[in-house]
């Protein structure tokens, strides 16, 4: 199923959901919330705001005003200050918005926009209204990365993922495979070279999403702290299909240390590499190194910054 095809079967389901009365409450929208994060968590405001029954029909009034943010009963909540945080009295004064009445005497919707930035504080201010929303409410979440959430909040809502934009172009898959088939590191110095040339990728990556948005942004005069705060959630895509692909090479080379056949390899073409780390690493050798790629997307969710959370993996596969 192509991306396009899993977005629109996530939108009937929520459509599917609404008509029937059985839409939850509170959702978490995971994606970038000033791009497809954002798209979806319009969408989905669209879907309880509309004027027509069957709708979102797009063209309604009620429809572009929402697509503007300009819905006087679509709430938007964003990071504040150059600290990039959402504050708890945000929140607060968000919360009491939600129990009054509608200006349409129907639906209101509240946008959280990069809630992963919500600190202890916030989060604890809003969970009575999480707990307990207003009737007739739709809670939206959005964030690139829901990880980053506490998860008293997580746990009381339901994911809707806005798929993935395409990843920029760029060497980062090439250099990623070049760490990958070295294989294990020998030394602490292997490894740490290999954690800061995975590091520098996802640099650059941030450089190029920079540059990106600055352009993308000329006439809205953003600060250079919202306009990195951007570029580093838009970095995460390219962050976990980085470690999607660490993952998947440690894979193969766990089929092949297991006696499974070549059929079943992601990079097929890499065989001979993939044969020979798996007879060096053996079974339980393998098995620790596909530990060691969750030992680094556990490090990132934990907050680690790069290359630490590289070489937190990295240095357990000296031994191996």
Known sequence: MSSAEAQAAVREDLRRGHRSGRLAHAWIVEGDPHREGGDLARWMARLVLCAREDGPCGVCRDCRTVESWTHPDLHRVVPEGKSRQITVEAMRVTAKEL??????????????????????????????????????????????????????????CQTARAGRPPLPDGPWREVVLEVAREGAPASVLDALRASHRLAAVLDEAQKTAVREIKAETADEDLEDDEINARAATRMVAVREAL??????????VLVLASGGPAELLGFPDQAETLSAQAARLGRDGAIRAVNAVETMATAFRRNLKQPGAFEAGFLSLIAT
């Open 243 to 252: 470690l999607e692909t660490l993952l998947a090479w440690q894979r193969d």
């Open 99 to 156: 129990y009054l009445t509608s200006f349409s005497g129907g639906w209101k919707a509240l946008a959280v926009l990069e809630a992963d930035r919500m600190g202890i504080q916030a989060c604890n201010a809003f969970l009575k209204t999480l707990e307990e929303p207003p009737p007739r409410t739709l809670i939206l979440l959005v964030a690139a990365d829901p990880s980053q959430m506490i998860a008293t909040i997580r746990s009381r």
